[in-house]
């Protein structure tokens, strides 16, 4: 595996549901994002980690939660979604936090009933 | 007033024609300038990085900056069909690390 990769790829899920996303960077950064896609939006930053520390939240509703076990893997745990929060979401790392380039993911991409 | 703006499209062009590609933005404090493309159910991947203004050059692919009027750029010559997809504009500098991203624009080039 090379790059960044994200799993699942697909997800649907009711409100009521608990799920998870899972996000692994094989580059050896020590930065990784959370960003949310929305048709006819700007990618919007939700989270970042900085050798494993969060360092910025952006505003995000608790129902969605962040987990950095080490530099290499992040989840976005989700609970109690609403119809609004299907997106697109993908994942991105970089070597650090700053001016520096950001590697993406492909997305899991997310359907709340 | 937004960060970033970018006309969203969509852009539909002829194999061959060369493409113009803009945002503008509002921070002058902006100075790191990024162009990702993003072909459909993919993650975005960086094509153009430039710091500060001027041009700069990656095969048919020219990245322009131009700070003065807080306008950048990007050309696209002999477009290809594989050249069709959504290409967002980012940028961060100053205080602020984050990337701030246009809304992108969907690029379409036809045979």
């Known amino acids: 595996e090379t790059g960044v990769t994200q799993t699942p790829r697909h997800l649907v899920m009711g409100m009521t549901n608990k799920k998870s996303l899972k996000c692994e960077q094989h580059?050896?950064?020590?930065?990784m994002y959370w960003y949310k896609q929305s048709a006819k939006k700007p990618l919007e930053l939700m989270f970042v980690?900085?050798?494993?520390?969060?360092?910025e939240n952006n505003s995000v509703p608790s129902r969605f939660s962040p987990e950095c076990p080490n530099s290499s893997h992040l989840f976005l745990h989700l609970h109690t979604l609403q119809p609004e929060d299907s997106a697109l979401y993908l994942c991105?790392?970089?070597?650090?936090?700053?001016?520096?380039?950001?590697?993406f993911g492909p997305g899991t991409r997310l359907t709340v009933l | 007033q937004k960060e970033v703006e970018q006309d969203p499209g969509p852009l539909s062009v002829p194999e061959g024609a060369i493409v113009s590609l803009n945002c503008t933005y509002s921070?002058?404090?902006?100075?790191?300038f990024m162009w990702y493309r993003q072909y459909s159910r993919k993650g975005p991947e960086l094509l153009m990085y430039?710091?500060?203004?001027g041009n700069k050059e990656d095969g048919r692919f020219t990245a322009q900056v131009d700070k003065s009027s807080k306008y950048i750029s990007l050309f696209i010559r002999d477009s290809q069909p594989s050249d069709s997809a959504t290409y967002l504009c980012?940028?961060?500098?100053?205080?602020?690390?984050?990337?701030?991203f246009g809304k992108g624009t969907l690029l379409t080039v036809n045979p």
């Open positions: 430039t710091y500060s203004s």
């Open positions: 580059l050896g950064h020590n930065a």
């Open positions: 980012a940028m961060s500098g100053g205080s602020n690390y984050k990337l701030t």
């Open positions: 980690y900085n050798f494993k520390e969060q360092t």
């Open positions: 991105a790392s970089s070597q650090k936090t700053g001016a520096d380039t950001q590697y």
């Open positions: 921070n002058s404090a902006f100075q790191y």
